[in-house]
Nanobody, 124 residues
Framework: QVLLVESGGGLVQPGGSLTLSCVAS????????SAWFRQAPGKEREGVACIQDFGSRTYYADSVKGRFTISRDNRKNTVSLQMNNLKPEDTGVYYC?????????????????WGQGTQVTVSS
């Protein structure tokens, strides 16, 4: 059974930082490309950052470029999202995802495995 479990969400003030972590079991993340998606209340789900299954190539949505950093630790089988200078519009449920293959994509159809999500709220 494949499980992706996110942690690290919470309430933070505008301008603050959070680090989300995702631990995978049942698959080896170094064989998968990974990404983080988010969904704000009343809005469609959107991809924010992705990383290839090996190497260091990453890609970010324009809305988070320069503020968010995605990384992976294949020894720990984890993917992380460092979020700095958070804004109220970053509020939402953040999902860790994995997809078999070597690609960079913010298309949710490319990812077959999804975590349950972790809530991030940016508010003063």
């Amino acid at each position: 059974q494949v499980l992706l479990v996110e942690s690290g969400g919470g309430l933070v003030q505008p301008g603050g930082s959070l680090t989300l972590s995702c631990v995978a079991s049942g698959l080896s993340l170094d064989d998968y490309s990974s990404a983080w998606f988010r969904q704000a209340p009343g809005k469609e789900r959107e991809g924010v950052a992705c990383i290839q299954d090996f190497g260091s190539r990453t890609y970010y949505a324009d809305s988070v470029k320069g503020r968010f950093t995605i990384s992976r630790d294949n020894r720990k089988n984890t993917v992380s999202l460092q979020m700095n200078n958070l804004k109220p519009e970053d509020t939402g449920v953040y999902y860790c995802v994995a997809g078999a293959g070597w690609f960079l994509s913010l298309d949710e159809n490319d990812y077959g495995y999804w975590g349950q999500g972790t809530q991030v709220t940016v508010s003063s």
